[in-house]
């Protein structure tokens, strides 16, 4: 199929065949937004999201070996609270498997969701993305359209801090589930540490990739639906260099006649 492209408010869109050509093509633009900034900068802060809808977009991205990634400061969006870094479920083991061993980055600073004193540790970790002024910010979006573990409920559009410790809801513990990290709600933690919105929209650039059909109604949301955080991913159509990679599935609930009032 031809590549969908439109625009939601900022946010340009595109649609492609399957989850695997949506992320190859957000992964292009990740390496090419690195590359842009790499030659003018010492070292390049970039946020790096999880999941099971990262996965074909990871494997692309450390492929792209034109990457400065001897420059890159890592970075990534949460972490659960009370889970070692060897379960399953732990970000750390997924990036340190899908990303940190496969290349040779400067530094990656990982959330620890094992630290004794939380609100020390997010103050510290939060000073630490501040001095690396991150260029770049990888970004998928929740069922419940939460964005890192910004939940509807707790997320705050003009949040005073950059990282915060916050509750997970039942939609979000399901979705764990169903993506098969724990075998019961019961089993996801109650809460997690997360970069909080105001930090994730602070980064130039935002790739977005949200491929599959259980994210087919919270993208209709995303895209058709109130800037509100209710849906915390409605705020990305606000920001002046963010795309967004669909594949057929995820983009199944679109009107593409009239998506919105701003397509282009």
């Known amino acids: ?29 990740a390496a090419a937004a690195l ?18 809808s990262q996965l074909n977009m990871l494997r692309a991205l450390v492929g792209h070996r034109e ?10 969006l949460d972490e659960y609270v009370g889970i070692g870094d060897k379960h399953q479920a732990s970000f750390r083991k997924y990036l340190r ?30 000073k630490k993305l ?44 399901e979705q764990q589930v169903a993506e098969g990290w724990f075998r019961k709600a019961e089993d996801v933690p109650e809460r997690a540490i997360t970069l909080t919105i105001p930090a994730i929209l602070r980064a130039p650039s935002l790739v977005v990739c949200v ?14 639906g109130p800037i509100s955080e209710e849906c915390p991913a409605t705020i990305l159509r606000t920001h002046p260099n963010a795309a967004l990679f669909l594949d057929t599935e995820s983009a199944a609930e679109l009107d593409l006649r009239e998506p919105v009032k701003s397509v282009k």
């Open 35 to 52: 590359c842009k900034v790499g030659p003018e900068r010492e070292a390049i802060g970039v946020v790096f999201a999880t999941g099971a």
């Open 211 to 224: 491929p599959g059909r259980r994210k087919a109604r919270v993208v209709r949301r995303t895209l058709q």
């Open 67 to 76: 990457i400065p990634w001897e420059k890159v400061l890592g970075f990534h």
């Open 1 to 29: 199929m031809d590549i969908i492209n439109f625009q939601a408010d900022k946010l340009r869109v595109q649609i492609h065949a399957n989850s695997e050509t949506c992320g190859a093509a957000a992964a292009k633009a």
């Open 130 to 173: 501040r001095e690396s002024d991150h260029q770049l910010c990888l970004l998928g979006i929740g069922e419940n359209g939460h964005l890192a573990f910004n939940e509807p409920g707790e997320a705050d559009f003009r949040d005073p801090q950059d990282m915060k410790v916050v509750r997970l809801d039942a939609a979000c513990r």
């Open 97 to 126: 498997e899908n990303l940190t061993a496969l290349v040779g980055m400067r530094a990656f600073f990982e959330i620890d969701g094992d630290a004794q004193d939380l609100d020390a540790f997010c103050r510290d970790y939060a």
